[in-house]
């Protein structure tokens, strides 16, 4: 089949522009200081539960396997520090779901021999494609942008499709975060490194990677590396929200509309995101299984935001004291960016593979307008990217009408927050629509179980 690129600078359809505040894009990646102790979840993606191979007592050293993976689409997870196994109990994780952890109290940083820790930049690859996927399941690698979809699962293409683009996803347009941003700075050729294990793992020639235009000095250090990496273009984005969304990444970018119900393989085409290609590059080329991401720490009032090379398993009070600490006025605490993001319960939660940001929200910020009736004024339809009606799949969902909100295609909702930002009346259209959403995914599993 001849596939045609277009070259359109954003997606064409609703988005919004969310003012930026991205108030640590020129804070350099500095490594949090290892705390006492740490708390590992055994899910920290989509999938089953991984299983741990660790009892109370055990001594793990960092980057030791500690819960192995329980079935195909589901994670390693590897120890981020050295010390001992205090525990696995329950806790309460960054969405608010009680899962199990593994606790660690540490003892200095003893890693595991295997991990090549030295500064220096790997480019041959020698592992062949399907040594490549077995390391990054051996690795707990998972789709850093949020998603945590296991990457050696979107590796391995089924027979029957075939990728020939890989998109990678540098856009990060949610307001605040800058964790990307800085990578893409101060890792861009380790990043194209990964790339280009990508593209070996799916037989790929072409690899095309989305920048919003806000970054510009990302923009042209990538350029410039990928001058040595053939098939790689960079491509600078028109800034608009939600961008980095796979569909619509995809569609700005190739022109190719991902349908109803689809995923990208479907239109030849797996999306990645920047961070996760540097995490292939650590996993293939240095043997590091994912222990550590960078988070970004930020908010107004908060005296020293940054940007944070996490262990995962720190509980999220130590990023904000790295950050000078808890501000008075704060109102709000949010995992992840301010459109997507979810509210923290309490500080104790643990840092995770899918946590890309802190942001701390005043008081003065972080209440909501009183809602009043839908006006009809349609501005949540105006600013939806997937072409639905979010006032009608709110109240839908609102009066429980979950096999009509099925047909208006609640289930296509990307759940990006366009619809209730934009609403003068301050209907909070994506919670309702969230719950409509789910509702109707059990319904739909339950029936094809029948
Ligand atoms: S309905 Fe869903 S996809 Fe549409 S704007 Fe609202 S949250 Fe975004
Ligand atoms: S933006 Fe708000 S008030 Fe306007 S149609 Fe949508 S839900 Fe109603």
């Given at each position: 089949?001849m596939?045609?690129?277009?070259?359109?600078n954003t997606f064409?359809?609703?988005g919004?522009?969310?003012?930026e505040?991205?108030?640590?894009?020129?804070?350099?990646i500095?490594?949090?200081p290892?705390?006492?102790s740490?708390?590992?979840p055994i899910?920290?993606?989509?999938?089953a539960?991984?299983?741990?191979v660790?009892?109370k007592?055990?001594?793990v050293k960092?980057?030791?396997?500690?819960a192995?993976?329980?079935g195909f689409v589901?994670?390693?997870?590897h120890?981020?520090?050295s010390?001992i196994v205090s525990k696995?109990?329950?806790?309460i994780d960054?969405s608010?779901?009680r899962?199990?952890?593994?606790?660690?109290?540490?003892q200095g940083?003893?890693w595991?021999d295997s991990i090549d820790?030295?500064?220096?930049?790997?480019?041959k690859?020698?592992?062949?494609?399907?040594?490549?996927?077995?390391k990054?399941?051996?690795?707990?690698?998972?789709?850093?942008?949020?998603?945590?979809?296991?990457?050696?699962?979107?590796?391995?293409?089924p027979?029957d499709k075939?990728?020939n683009?890989?998109?990678i996803?540098?856009v990060?347009?949610?307001?605040?975060?800058?964790s990307?941003?800085r990578l893409m700075?101060?890792?861009?050729?380790?990043?194209l490194i990964?790339i280009?294990?990508?593209m070996?793992?799916?037989?790929v020639e072409?690899a095309?990677?989305?920048i919003?235009s806000n970054?510009p000095?990302?923009?042209?250090?990538?350029?410039e590396?990928?001058?040595?990496?053939p098939?790689?273009?960079?491509?600078?984005?028109?800034?608009?929200?939600?961008?980095?969304a796979?569909?619509q990444?995809?569609?700005t970018?190739?022109g190719?509309?991902?349908?109803?119900?689809?995923?990208?393989i479907d239109v030849n085409a797996v999306v990645?995101?920047?961070?996760?290609?540097?995490?292939?590059?650590?996993?293939v080329q240095?043997?590091?299984?994912?222990?550590?991401r960078?988070v970004?720490?930020?908010?107004k009032?908060?005296?020293?935001?940054?940007?944070?090379?996490v262990?995962?398993g720190s509980?999220?009070?130590?990023l904000i004291?790295?950050?000078?600490?808890?501000p008075?006025?704060?109102?709000k605490?949010?995992s992840?960016?301010?459109?997507m993001?979810?509210?923290?319960?309490?500080t104790?939660?643990?840092a995770?593979k899918?946590?890309s940001g802190i942001v701390?929200?005043r008081?003065?910020e972080s209440t909501?307008?009183?809602k009043?009736a839908?006006i009809?004024?349609?501005?949540c339809?105006?600013?939806c990217?997937?072409?639905l009606e979010?006032?009608?799949?709110a109240?839908?969902s609102?009066?429980?009408?979950?096999?009509?909100?099925e047909?208006?295609?609640v289930?296509?909702c990307?759940?990006c927050?366009s619809?209730?930002?934009t609403?003068?009346a301050g209907r909070?259209?994506?919670?309702?629509?969230?719950?409509?959403k789910?509702?109707?995914?059990?319904?739909i599993r339950e029936?094809?179980?029948k």
């Open positions: 089949m596939i045609r690129y277009k070259t359109s064409p359809k609703g919004i522009h969310p003012p505040y991205k108030l640590t894009q020129n804070v350099p500095k490594p949090l290892i705390p006492k740490v708390m590992i899910s920290q993606h989509i999938g539960v991984a299983a741990p660790v009892a007592g055990d001594y960092t980057g030791q396997l500690i192995s993976a329980n589901s994670s390693n997870i120890s981020s520090v010390g696995i109990d329950t806790i960054a608010g779901y899962q199990n952890a593994i606790f660690i109290d540490v940083d003893e595991v820790r030295s500064a220096d930049v790997i480019s690859i020698e592992l062949a494609p399907e040594q490549i996927i077995e990054c399941k051996e690795s707990g690698i998972v789709g850093l942008g949020g998603a945590t979809f296991p990457s050696h699962v979107k590796l391995a293409v027979k075939k990728c683009t890989i998109i996803n540098g990060e347009c949610e307001p605040y975060l800058t990307d941003h700075l101060e890792k861009g050729e380790e990043i990964g280009a294990i990508l070996k793992a799916l037989d072409k095309m990677v989305g919003e970054k000095d990302a923009v042209e250090h990538l350029k590396l990928a001058k040595r990496f098939g790689i273009s960079i491509h600078s984005l028109t800034v608009k929200y939600p961008q980095g796979e569909k990444l995809i569609k970018l190739t190719r509309e991902v349908p109803s119900g689809k995923l990208p990645h995101n920047v961070a996760t290609a540097y995490a292939v590059y650590e996993a240095k043997n590091k299984p994912l222990i550590e960078v970004t720490v930020t908010g009032s908060l005296p020293a935001p940054g940007n944070y090379l262990r995962i509980p999220v009070s130590s004291e790295a950050a000078g600490g808890l008075d006025d704060t109102g605490i949010v992840g960016g301010p459109m993001g979810k509210a923290l319960q309490n104790g939660v643990p995770s899918g946590m701390l929200f008081a003065s909501r307008v009183e009043i839908c009809r004024c349609a501005k339809v105006t600013a990217p997937m072409n979010p006032h009608l799949l109240t839908l609102m009066k429980a009408m979950f096999e009509r909100a047909d208006e295609k289930t296509d990307i759940e927050g619809c209730s930002y609403c003068p909070p259209s994506l919670d309702y629509i969230r719950l409509g789910s509702t109707v995914m059990k319904m029936r094809n179980i």
